[in-house]
């Protein structure tokens, strides 16, 4: 697993609920544009610890299968279901988002929440469009470029955050298009999230922070990429940004 899957990992168990920024406000915009509602057979892709799939089923009594890779994440999605009596509408399953096990057109709508910048785009991106239904949606919420990176930026980030790949909204909006999407929309909310680490350490609170800081105490290799994690967030600001991309299938 590489750097960035560890450190998500060890933000999950120290008791952050989601790791996409903008939280579940721009999870409802970004839905919204998707044409959100009753009985729509949604797939959240990257669902990590499942707050995004419970949170769309109590709220629009849609029906939501979650997956995510890890074997942990699905179990903490399953307790989170389980605890909030949705088993009957919402569902996950540990598999590969490149190869998902699911029929040509079976889902009204594909989201995803800061995870595809973790894939082959390519390939994720066919594979969302084969299981959408005629008309449906690809939504995703992700971490973009402001501007144009420099190259010495790409590479650090390449280089710590491990697989991570992103672009800027106009560049999104130019692969939906290529991948064959109408109507796509972007929405750039990088103004109101000046600080995302900070935002991260208000969500933990002073529990969670004293547990990441015992964690990075005892595993020096986490605490290294912890620190050349935050280093980018400080050194470019100007070039992170976060937007979400909604387009439709034709
Ligand atoms: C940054 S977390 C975001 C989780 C969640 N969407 C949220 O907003 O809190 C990225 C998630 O993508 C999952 N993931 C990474 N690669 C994946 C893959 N190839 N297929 C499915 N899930 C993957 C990770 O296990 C992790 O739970």
Known sequence: MGKMADIDEMMYSCGLEILHPGGMEKTDEMVKMCKIGKDKKVLDIGSG?????CYLVQKYECEVIGVDLSERMIEYA???????GLNDRVSFRSVDAHNLPFEDESFDIVLAE????????EKAFSEFLRITKIGGYLGDLEMTWQKLPPEELVDRVYDVWEGFRTMTLEEWKNFYERMGMVDVKTVDFSETILDMEE????ELGLKGMIKIGCKLLLHSDLRKAMNQYSKI????????GYGYIVGRKE
């Open 199 to 202: 935002a991260m350490k208000k």
């Open 114 to 121: 800061c995870t595809t910048v973790l894939l082959d785009k």
């Open 49 to 53: 610890k499942g707050i995004t799939a």
């Open 78 to 84: 399953k307790e989170m279901a389980k605890k909030k």
């Open 233 to 240: 967030f400080k050194d470019y600001v100007d070039y992170i």
